[in-house]
């Protein structure tokens, strides 16, 4: 029967009225609570619905795979990409200009309730666009039109906490198995008309642009023609930009501190940030990781203080779950970009703490061989675990030597290392990766061919070492 009904619903192109309904609950995300605008609007669907979406995400992802519809830039629900990978995107060619002596510029945009916005009628003009035709297009067309939602309040079931059935005339439903895919198909387009000079990054809605040049006055020319451009965009396409949360930040040394582009757009200025949250990653103007490192650091803090109440009540193997669960998933995440930085000895010296609080270790004793029984890498040996499964994971990223020369030397295979002008672009995940992975002794390099085996391995060299000059 379930064959026969999914066969009906491709077959005819028409997604069945009754799974239409959902009902919306409201999760909050940050910021004032009063505020409405702080809460995501998640749609609770029908489960046989789902079924369905699963068979309309399958063959329009193939579709889109097979011809490689997606833009290059977008990083957002695709398998093979990763939040890592479009913050590598973006601090690698700002450390890249920086050490070319560019003026480096970032523009990081919010749209306003971006999914929620989506319109139907350009949406099926885009997937028609992109050779989405037939029986297809009107199942699509079937599933995006005569929905109906309403809004749940406090999870109380009593009728009185639901707003009225309403006919939903925009947006894709949060929550579906589709509605990724179709704003990406909706948001694709976008990228080719910034110019290719500039680095563009797209997690989903969250769109990031690096504007580089050598000449104070084509910069801001070129910044300000991006901005308007990509405003015209939005507008276009029936989504806003919130220019409130909209920011410009510029990177640049210590020694600079001129700071003076304006970016407008119908007379309305964005604002000028020293500091920006990219992807769960605090990035500071000169990339130097301080806050980012102080927001681990009190996370950290909170983390010791609930272990400590803990650890008289449950046993160590707990404890230790605990650790990977909430502690070692802060430490580990984009440890590939701040790892180096001078300030890492403060998560370090709280990550001792940590371990001590977890096995009654004292102040006093060493962590080194507690570090090794409880199977838990320090965190210098886990800056260099990362750089070395993420330059390997990303190999078409780097050059050997090899493609350089033809030169038959004993580092022939060895990645090639690009000249460093500044400390801080030797230091970044780029360069050190390329540091990092030429140094793997021989009995690693040939394991690279077998990840898990490698992997295993790795981890069992790193745990011998305890801080990074080691």
Same mark, same amino acid.
């Given at each position: 029967?379930?064959?026969?009904?999914?066969?009906?619903?491709?077959?005819?192109?028409?997604?069945? /009225?009754?799974? %239409?309904?959902?009902?919306?609950? @409201?999760?909050?995300?940050?910021?004032?609570?009063?505020?409405?605008?702080?809460?995501?609007? $998640?749609?609770?669907?029908?489960?046989?619905?789902?079924?369905?979406?699963?068979?309309?995400?399958?063959?329009?992802?193939?579709?889109?795979?097979?011809?490689?519809?997606?833009?290059?830039?977008?990083?957002?629900?695709?398998?093979?990409?990763?939040?890592?990978?479009?913050?590598?995107?973006? $601090?690698?060619?700002?450390?890249?200009?920086?050490?070319?002596?560019?003026?480096?510029?970032?523009?990081?945009?919010?749209?306003?309730?971006?999914?929620?916005?989506?319109?139907?009628? $350009?949406?099926?003009?885009?997937?028609?666009?992109? +050779?989405?035709?037939?029986?297809?297009?009107?199942?699509?067309?079937?599933?995006?039109? +005569?929905?109906?939602?309403?809004?749940?309040?406090?999870?109380? *079931?009593?009728?009185?906490?639901?707003?009225?059935?309403?006919?939903?005339?925009?947006?894709?439903?949060?929550?579906?198995?589709?509605?990724?895919?179709?704003?990406?198909?909706?948001?694709? /387009?976008?990228?080719?008309?910034?110019?290719?000079?500039? *680095?563009?990054?797209?997690?989903? /809605?969250?769109?990031?642009?690096?504007?580089?040049? @050598?000449?104070?006055?084509?910069?801001?020319?070129?910044? &300000?023609? $991006?901005?308007?451009?990509?405003?015209?965009?939005?507008?276009?396409?029936?989504?806003?930009?919130?220019?409130? %949360?909209?920011?410009?930040?510029?990177?640049?040394? #210590?020694?600079?501190?001129?700071?003076?582009?304006?970016?407008?757009?119908?007379?309305?200025?964005?604002?000028?940030?020293?500091?920006?949250?990219?992807?769960?990653?605090? !990035? /500071?103007?000169?990339?130097?990781? #301080?806050?980012?490192?102080?927001?681990?650091?009190?996370?950290?803090?909170?983390?010791?203080?609930?272990?400590?109440?803990?650890?008289?009540?449950?046993?160590?193997? *707990?404890?230790?779950?605990?650790?990977?669960?909430?502690?070692?998933?802060?430490?580990?995440? +984009?440890?590939?970009?701040? +790892?180096?930085?001078?300030?890492?000895?403060?998560?370090?010296?709280?990550? %001792?703490?940590?371990?001590?609080? !977890?096995?009654?270790?004292?102040?006093?004793?060493?962590?080194?061989?507690?570090?090794?029984?409880?199977?838990?890498?320090?965190?210098?040996?886990?800056?260099?675990?990362?750089?070395?499964?993420? *330059?390997? &994971?990303?190999?078409?990223?780097?050059?050997?030597?090899?493609?350089?020369?033809?030169?038959?030397?004993?580092?022939?295979?060895?990645?090639?290392?690009?000249?460093? &002008?500044?400390?801080?672009?030797?230091?970044?995940?780029?360069?050190?990766?390329?540091?990092?992975?030429?140094?793997?002794?021989?009995?690693? %390099?040939?394991?690279?061919?077998?990840?898990?085996?490698?992997?295993?391995?790795?981890?069992?060299?790193?745990?011998?070492?305890?801080?990074?000059?080691?």
């Amino acid at each position: 029967m379930l064959i026969y009904i999914c066969n009906a619903v491709l077959s005819t192109g028409v997604f069945l /009225d009754r799974l %239409k309904y959902a009902i919306v609950k @409201s999760f909050f995300k940050k910021g004032d609570k009063q505020d409405i605008s702080n809460y995501r609007p $998640i749609s609770l669907l029908i489960s046989f619905s789902k079924i369905i979406e699963k068979l309309i995400y399958t063959r329009l992802h193939t579709h889109i795979d097979m011809n490689s519809i997606l833009v290059q830039g977008q990083f957002g629900f695709q398998s093979h990409c990763s939040t890592e990978q479009a913050a590598f995107n973006l $601090i690698n060619s700002t450390l890249t200009a920086v050490n070319d002596s560019l003026l480096v510029g970032g523009i990081f945009c919010d749209l306003q309730k971006a999914f929620n916005c989506v319109n139907h009628k $350009i949406l099926l003009e885009k997937l028609e666009f992109y +050779g989405v035709e037939g029986k297809f297009k009107a199942l699509i067309a079937s599933y995006l039109t +005569g929905r109906y939602q309403r809004v749940a309040l406090d999870n109380i *079931t009593d009728n009185s906490n639901y707003s009225k059935w309403e006919m939903i005339k925009c947006g894709v439903p949060q929550g579906s198995i589709v509605d990724p895919l179709f704003f990406l198909i909706y948001i694709n /387009d976008l990228l080719p008309i910034i110019n290719k000079d500039n *680095t563009k990054v797209l997690f989903a /809605d969250d769109t990031s642009i690096i504007i580089t040049d @050598s000449n104070r006055r084509d910069f801001n020319i070129n910044a &300000n023609q $991006i901005f308007h451009d990509i405003n015209t965009w939005f507008n276009i396409n029936l989504l806003t930009l919130n220019l409130s %949360k909209t920011q410009y930040i510029e990177f640049r040394t #210590k020694k600079y501190h001129n700071v003076n582009t304006q970016i407008k757009y119908d007379q309305k200025g964005i604002t000028n940030a020293t500091e920006i949250k990219f992807l769960g990653l605090i !990035i /500071d103007d000169t990339l130097s990781w #301080k806050q980012h490192i102080e927001h681990l650091v009190n996370k950290m803090c909170t983390a010791c203080y609930v272990l400590r109440n803990m650890k008289h009540v449950v046993p160590i193997d *707990t404890l230790r779950v605990i650790c990977f669960a909430h502690i070692h998933s802060i430490i580990s995440y +984009g440890i590939i970009f701040w +790892g180096s930085s001078s300030c890492t000895n403060k998560v370090f010296i709280l990550q %001792k703490k940590i371990i001590r609080i !977890i096995t009654n270790t004292k102040p006093r004793d060493s962590c080194r061989e507690v570090f090794k029984n409880m199977e838990i890498m320090t965190l210098y040996s886990q800056y260099i675990y990362s750089l070395i499964l993420y *330059t390997l &994971n990303n190999k078409h990223l780097f050059t050997t030597n090899n493609e350089i020369h033809k030169y038959k030397t004993r580092n022939n295979n060895n990645l090639h290392l690009p000249t460093a &002008n500044l400390s801080k672009f030797n230091k970044g995940a780029y360069i050190s990766g390329i540091k990092v992975f030429n140094h793997l002794p021989h009995h690693l %390099k040939v394991l690279t061919n077998d990840l898990k085996c490698f992997k295993f391995e790795l981890k069992r060299f790193l745990s011998s070492f305890f801080l990074l000059i080691e």
